[in-house]
């Protein structure tokens, strides 16, 4: 089973810029390698529900939120199965706990556990 770890968050004064780490580890049935579609990035603040911030497919087409447009960079290593989220220019706003998302081409998704960013005004 493919299971997505994040790493990468922290407190960070606004201005400043942090970058997250997700890298989805495991097998699937019978040891085989994972090929995996679709890595992304969402998020939830305090009191509200998770929303998108960005996905990258395996063939490099990405997507953002437009709150995180110009600031947040997606990419991937697809020979690691890991996704990265560069993020400057961080707000207040931005607060949250950061999730992975990954869905493994065959398999169910499967969401990591999150870690959280706090930007501090």
């Known amino acids: 089973q493919v299971q997505p770890v994040e790493s990468g968050g922290g407190t960070v004064q606004a201005g400043g810029s942090l970058r997250l780490s997700c890298a989805a580890s495991?097998?699937?049935?019978?040891?085989?390698?994972?090929?995996?579609?679709?890595m992304g990035w969402y998020r939830q603040a305090p009191g509200k529900q998770r929303e998108l911030v960005a996905t990258?497919?395996?063939?490099?087409?990405?997507n953002y939120a437009d709150s995180v447009k110009g600031r947040f960079t997606i990419s991937r290593d697809n020979a690691k199965n890991t996704v990265y989220l560069q993020m400057l220019s961080l707000k207040p706003e931005d607060t949250a706990v950061y999730y992975c998302?990954?869905?493994?081409?065959?398999?169910?998704?499967?969401w990591g556990r999150g870690t959280l960013v706090t930007v501090s005004s």
């Open positions: 990258a497919t395996d063939y490099n087409s990405t």
């Open positions: 998302r990954v869905v493994p081409r065959g398999y169910l998704e499967v």
């Open positions: 495991g097998s699937g049935d019978g040891g085989t390698r994972v090929s995996i579609g679709l």
